[in-house]
């Protein structure tokens, strides 16, 4: 369900572009304010940040969920369906309550000047609101001052690792772009801080002080250590102030980052007052999955490893690339790339051609009018750098192509959560997406963080 056809839902996303962008909170206080202020009705933990947002706030939730509380869990973009962004519980919301909220919304006079993510963040709201969550886990959309989700009062907040993205609406510079991210700090409100570049972390910390909002930051008041990867995930140890005994922790997530991701998500978590037990933050940290984020799926066409990653900037890439050499993927390793035009693709393709045997560049359909024309980059990637690279008409033929050149190796799939989307839907991988469910089931179980009886759709469909 990508929110077209008929139904409330459809009315109300349909003629909204997604990529929209209107900087403000006038229009999202007016509209919550019509639908009774839901966003009042539960606790919430607020993260922003340009990389790892998603994956930290998945972590968070996921031990919330551990600890016995009702959890909501809202992020953004979705790769095929909309109901990815609505979690209760690690379970999509259930439609018919989707689509009562997206009526209600209609009815709203303020709904009708507002962009795609805020009906969708006034959505999660209500869903929120009407599932009786306990705590809601928010990510925001871009940057933080001004994004739609800061009309939250939460107990705890976290600041990702800054990079230079969307520099043309939050600055041109880490201290301007980490600046519009401290717009989510509030007085007495702990702020936990991921490890990034020295002028961020200090913009941060300098306006933390200056709204009275409590630091603590990964690499001062908590640590990683011991951090090994292997086909079955990454393994850690986390100690803080909190927590100077440490604890051992595993996610099925691949790489150094993804330690770091979930090692914020304790610190914030601890910081805001959720001390759990250290069982129910291992089965939290293990059970934690997001779609997209070095996604590995190892039955592929003629027997490729297939590697999903949305990275789409230069620090992601680079991300990226570090953990497929943590994890030693088999080669030929071949990428798919499909990107939109508006982030600085040669910098993201210069990364990538240094550890790719081969690229296919790709125009991803849902991107509109972002689309960047592929055959440009391959001029430019021959004229640059020497890698082989060929540019094909969808990405349907992009990953019959890719899979052939990978042979047994690796087929990665980035560039943006278009491109991402669309190749994970693809019909010629239904039967390695199938078989990643089965294992995602069967590894849920084992740590038991699925219900019994669920009847909701996997959120991994």
Same mark, same amino acid.
């Given at each position: ?42 606790? /919430? ?45 690690? /379970? ?31 959505? &999660? ?15 925001? +959309? ?13 107990? +705890?907040?976290?600041?990702? %690792? ?33 490890? $990034? ?10 306006? *933390?002080?200056? #709204? ?11 640590? =990683? ?19 100077? @005994? ?17 090692? !914020? ?25 997001? %779609? ?22 230069? *620090? ?10 943590? $994890? ?6 071949? &990428?798919?790339? +499909? $990107?939109?035009?508006? @982030?600085?693709?040669?910098? =993201? ?27 440009? *980059?391959? *001029?430019? !990637? ?5 890698? %082989? ?24 799939? #980035? ?5 991402? +989307? ?32 669920? #009847? ?6």
């Amino acid at each position: 369900m990508l929110s077209g056809g008929e139904g409330a839902l459809a009315a109300l996303l349909d003629p909204r572009p997604i990529a929209a962008v209107l900087p403000g909170l006038d229009r999202i206080e007016a509209l919550l304010e019509q639908l009774g202020c839901p966003e009042r009705t539960f606790e /919430a933990l607020h993260i922003a940040g340009t990389n790892g947002k998603g994956s930290t706030a998945s972590y968070t939730a996921g031990i919330l969920e551990a600890g016995g509380l009702r959890t909501g869990l809202y992020t953004s973009p979705h790769l095929a369906d909309i109901r990815e962004r609505f979690l209760v519980d690690g /379970a999509w919301v259930e439609e018919p309550l989707i689509e009562a909220a997206a009526a209600r919304i209609i009815a709203c006079e303020a709904s009708d000047a507002c962009t795609y993510f805020e009906v969708t963040t006034a959505l &999660a709201f209500i869903c929120f609101a009407e599932s009786g969550v306990d705590v809601a886990v928010v990510e925001t +959309g871009l940057g933080g001052r001004l994004d739609a989700t800061n009309v939250l009062r939460p107990i +705890g907040a976290a600041i990702t %690792p800054v990079g230079l993205d969307h520099t043309e609406l939050l600055g041109p510079s880490l201290p301007a772009i980490a600046a519009e991210k401290a717009g989510i700090f509030k007085r007495d409100v702990p702020v936990s801080l991921g490890r $990034m570049p020295r002028e961020a972390r200090d913009t941060l910390e300098r306006i *933390a002080r200056t #709204t009275g909002s409590p630091v603590a930051r990964l690499g001062r008041e908590a640590e =990683v250590s011991d951090v090994r990867m292997s086909p079955a995930g990454t393994r850690f140890r986390y100690a803080s102030r909190d927590r100077p @005994k440490g604890l051992s922790l595993a996610t099925r997530l691949p790489g150094r980052h993804q330690a770091d991701n979930a090692a !914020l998500a304790l610190l914030m978590l601890d910081r805001s007052g959720y001390a759990y037990d250290e069982a129910r933050v291992r089965r939290g940290v293990a059970g934690a999955h997001l %779609p997209g984020r070095f996604e590995t799926w190892r039955e592929g066409p003629g027997g490729a490893t297939l590697v999903f990653d949305i990275a789409h900037n230069p *620090a992601a890439a680079e991300v990226l690339c570090q953990t497929a050499a943590g $994890m030693a993927l088999a080669r030929p390793r071949i &990428a798919v790339v +499909g $990107m939109l035009a508006d @982030k600085d693709w040669r910098a =993201v393709l210069s990364r990538l051609a240094l550890d790719m045997d081969a690229m296919i560049l790709v125009r991803p359909v849902a991107a509109g009018g972002r689309q960047w024309d592929p055959h440009e *980059a391959q *001029a430019w !990637l021959s004229r640059e750098l020497d890698v %082989p690279v060929e540019v094909c008409v969808d990405v349907a033929e992009a990953v019959v192509r890719g899979c052939a050149l990978a042979g047994s190796g690796t087929l990665l799939v #980035t560039g943006s959560a278009y491109t991402v +989307g669309e190749a994970r839907a693809l019909p010629e991988l239904a039967g390695a997406r199938v078989a990643e469910q089965k294992a995602n089931h069967a590894l849920r179980s084992e740590i038991g963080t699925a219900d019994e009886g669920r #009847t909701d759709a996997p959120r991994c469909a």
